[in-house]
């Protein structure tokens, strides 16, 4: 389905539900959406955010001719621990056939990526994301993440919930960075955004800011956009080369 999200076109769920590993999950907008979901009797999330395998759109890309970027699992995680291995095998099977759509795989679980992936050809079409919330949960993953030969190496910096000091780039394409949204939402500090932001410039990393969160640069606390406008602060959004080639998205 189309995405609100700003740095993909469309989201492909054959999972949802997920489990909280670490305190970047702590409010999850994904656990209150499946929750909604559930409610209202929504296909796939009968189980609300409990792991569970969807099916039904598992073929959704089939149906798809025109090349479209796929968010994979932005209700789940695709290297979640239930996943089983036949049916992750199945979704591969369908990122393989269809070669016209690019998939964006983001994970928090980097050694069952690494399992899996570091045992077999990574098709072109896949690009591969490690969430970095913190030092301690968030940069151990990039060291996995690194070793892997994708098209796009990404990093998903959100919600940054402190200064991460010096990260080791190496083979990095590309670093979304962005605060927390919602009522409960931790506030991040500018200096941490500008330290990431610097260190990108530096390496000729694609450094894309996808927002603010419900606390501003000011550390004010209100709504993110009005009538589509961003009132929390600048932003910045580079996309990695690749992007700007295929899909002409900026």
């Not at 492909?12 to 909604?36: F, Q």
């Not at 290297?79 to 099977?93: A, G, Q, V």
């Not at 070669?99 to 072109?124: C, G, V, W």
Request: with cysteine.
């Amino acid at each position: 389905m189309a995405s609100k999200i700003e740095w993909t076109e469309a989201t492909w769920n054959p999972t949802s539900g997920c489990t909280k590993i670490s305190s970047g999950c702590k409010h999850c907008y994904a656990e209150s959406m499946a929750r909604r979901l559930k409610a209202i009797g929504t296909v796939g999330y009968e189980n609300g955010f409990r792991f569970s395998m969807v099916p039904s759109r598992l073929h959704e890309p089939l149906k798809k001719k025109k090349p479209t970027v796929y968010f994979v699992n932005s209700m789940s995680d695709i290297f979640h621990e239930k996943m089983p291995l036949d049916y992750l095998d199945k979704i591969f099977s369908v990122i393989e056939q269809t070669p016209q759509h690019t998939y964006q795989l983001l994970t928090k679980r980097a050694d069952n990526m690494f399992d899996f992936l570091s045992k077999r050809e990574i098709p072109k079409n896949v690009w591969l994301g490690v969430t970095v919330e913190n030092r301690y949960d968030g940069l151990p993953r990039i060291e996995k993440l690194r070793t892997l030969n994708a098209t796009v190496l990404f990093l998903s910096v959100e919600p940054l919930l402190e200064d991460l000091g010096r990260i080791d780039l190496t083979n990095i394409d590309w670093v979304i960075v962005g605060g927390e949204s919602g009522n409960q939402a931790r506030p991040m500090d500018k200096s941490w955004v500008e330290n990431i932001k610097t260190q990108c410039d530096n390496k000729d990393v694609a450094f894309f800011f996808k927002q603010w969160g419900t606390w501003g640069a000011d550390k004010v606390k209100r709504n993110k956009k009005v009538n589509g406008k961003e009132l929390n602060g600048k932003i910045w959004q580079d996309y990695p080369e690749v992007i700007e080639k295929q899909f002409e998205l900026v």
